[in-house]
Structure formats: structure tokens, C-alpha cells
């Protein structure tokens, strides 16, 4: 239950994103995302004994890393590790990815106790770095600095 309430509020913070996005592409992949994270939801939700009557496919993964290739190739290289924030839209991506993460930690530890298909594990896996990189073409597109971060002085 808590993976896939992971997957619903994921899917939560996406929709706000989507409402803030003004490239219509980008939107229109993550109203895609979305749908497949309807998909994820009933596959963790199917009990493992009984077959789910959706699958994430290969081709679902493929399409993902095709996206970040895409958004990655438009951005300058990276410099530095970079802190979370530097436009509104990018937050929200920043924020989308950590719940990504903790969605990913849920389904690692339902996988220890029953078996999670693997294109589940793999396509929330590189989810998360999508919204990394989709957070730094927001920036870039809002023409705002990344914030990029340095050791604190003392």
C-alpha cells in the first residue's frame, strides 16, 4: 500500500507541475507519465498470484530514456552538484524527483518480500532522473541561474 500511495502522490505532485509547465511538449510527456504511473498503481496493487490487466513495457522505458537524452542534450554541462530550486517549475520537478526516489525505496522494499516486475523498478529508477534533468531545462528555459552548491564557511 505505501508503494503504490508513493506512485499516487507522485502522480499528485506531477499534475502541478503539468499546471505550471508552458512547453506543450513537456507537458504532453508528463500527462503521459502520468498515465503510465496509473499503470504502476495497479501493478503494485495486483495481488502477486493474479495477473495485472496492465503492463509497463520495455518500450515504456525506452520512450523515458529517449526523453532524457533528448532534454539532457539542450543543457549545459553540469559543474557542480546542484541544489534544488532556481525557478518555480524546476522546484516542482526537484520535488517531483525526491518523491520519485522515495517511491523507488518502497518498491525496492516490497520487491524484498514479493517479487515487483522489473520494468517497474527500472522505469521509476530513471523517473527520477528525468525530473533532474527536466528541473534544469526549466531553469534554463525561465532564463534563471541553477543554483549550484558550495561548501558552507565556517
Not at 50 to 79: F, G
Not at 83 to 94: L, T
Amino acid at each position: 500500500m505505501e508503494a503504490y500511495g508513493t506512485i499516487d502522490e507522485l502522480n499528485s505532485h506531477i499534475g502541478l507541475l503539468t499546471e505550471e509547465v508552458v512547453n506543450k511538449e513537456d507537458k504532453a510527456f508528463l500527462q503521459h507519465v502520468q498515465s503510465l504511473l496509473f499503470v504502476v498503481g495497479c501493478e503494485l496493487a495486483t495481488e502477486q498470484e493474479k495477473e495485472s490487466p496492465h503492463k509497463l513495457l520495455e518500450s515504456d522505458i525506452d520512450k523515458l530514456e529517449k526523453e532524457i537524452d533528448k532534454t539532457d542534450a539542450v543543457l549545459p554541462k553540469l559543474s557542480g552538484f546542484v541544489m534544488q530550486g532556481g525557478s518555480r517549475c524546476a522546484a516542482i520537478s526537484h520535488i517531483c524527483r525526491t518523491v520519485c526516489r522515495r517511491a523507488e525505496r518502497c518498491i525496492c522494499e516490497l520487491n524484498a518480500v514479493e517479487a515487483v516486475e522489473s520494468n517497474v523498478l527500472i522505469y521509476i529508477n530513471r523517473l527520477s532522473d528525468y525530473f533532474f534533468v527536466l528541473a534544469r531545462k526549466l531553469c534554463l528555459a525561465e532564463k534563471k541561474e541553477e543554483i549550484f552548491w558550495h561548501k558552507p564557511c565556517k
